[in-house]
């Protein structure tokens, strides 16, 4: 099992749960950040520090986040790996609660 990283994260970015993981298992992209499931160790530290309630055990994603658990993996093997806390984007908070954001995922 592992921790996914899904849809509001997206253009919120908030690195609070980067701070508490044991494992460094975040990577940072653009405007979004994943966890690597080779890395985590399912320790569940990092889901109640998102301010955006955007990272769920892969077993029980909301609907529709199903497509997060690849993302994750695929893009964690290609960001930086990121173990300190950055300031969110300026905008974070108008983003967060938006739904279907992936269309703004960059890469």
Known sequence: MTFVVTNNCIK????????VCPVDAFFEGPNFLVIDPDICIDCALCEPECPAKAIFQDDQLPPGQAVFT???????????????????PADA??????????????T
């Open 70 to 88: 690849e993302l994750n993996a695929e893009l964690a093997k290609v960001w930086p790996n990121i173990i300190d806390v950055i300031p969110p």
């Open 12 to 19: 919120c970015k908030y690195t609070d749960c980067v701070a």
């Open 93 to 106: 908070l108008d983003w967060d609660g938006v739904p279907d954001k992936l269309q703004h995922l960059e």
